[in-house]
């Protein structure tokens, strides 16, 4: 192998790691999206008496509709209407069901980008008649699989990277 040769293999070399670095370290989560700071209740508390009222406040200013679903432990839904919305904060009426168990709640909001934001919290209440509990929320998407497009396009990215450095060695070599 020629110097020339190696210096081209070297080249191409850094370029395919440039090019790995750039879409690797470019798929950093973006910082602008609203983030759920507190709730009340609180994800994962338990509570003597149900609440008449769940809120939760995000870091930015949410826009309206936004919703949010209060569910008893044997799936009743126990809101209705629109939840109020001001600034980064959501909250909304919630009737009391009489039930003893975990609740959950769930919610659907927009950030100020236009990012969609869901999750769900549960709390418990421990007044009330025990019921049957309602089937658990299926477990959640894994980051790969929420971002396989993305994943996808980017691996296809990097073999037409590749595949264009590597021409030019092709067509010397003939």
Request: hydrophobic fraction near 45%; charged fraction near 15%.
């Amino acid at each position: 192998m020629t110097n020339s040769t190696r210096s081209r293999v070297a080249a191409l070399l850094a370029a395919v790691a440039l090019c790995a670095l750039t879409v690797v370290g470019g798929a950093a989560p973006a910082g602008a999206h609203a983030v759920l700071v507190s709730s009340d209740p609180v994800d994962g508390a338990t509570m003597a008496a149900e609440p008449s009222e769940v809120s939760l406040t995000f870091n930015e200013p949410v826009s309206s509709p936004a919703y949010l679903v209060v569910e008893s432990p044997d799936g009743t839904e126990l809101t209705s209407g629109e939840a109020e919305v001001v600034d980064g904060t959501v909250s909304h009426q919630v009737r009391a069901s009489g039930q003893a168990g975990r609740y959950r709640l769930a919610y659907r909001v927009v950030s100020a980008d236009g990012h969609p934001i869901s999750g769900t919290l549960h709390y418990a209440v421990t007044a009330g008649r025990p019921v049957t509990q309602a089937a658990e929320d299926p477990e959640p998407a894994s980051f790969v699989h929420r971002h396989r497009e993305h994943l996808m396009w980017g691996a296809g990215g990097l073999v037409a990277a590749a595949g264009l450095l590597l021409w030019p060695l092709r067509r010397s070599r003939g």
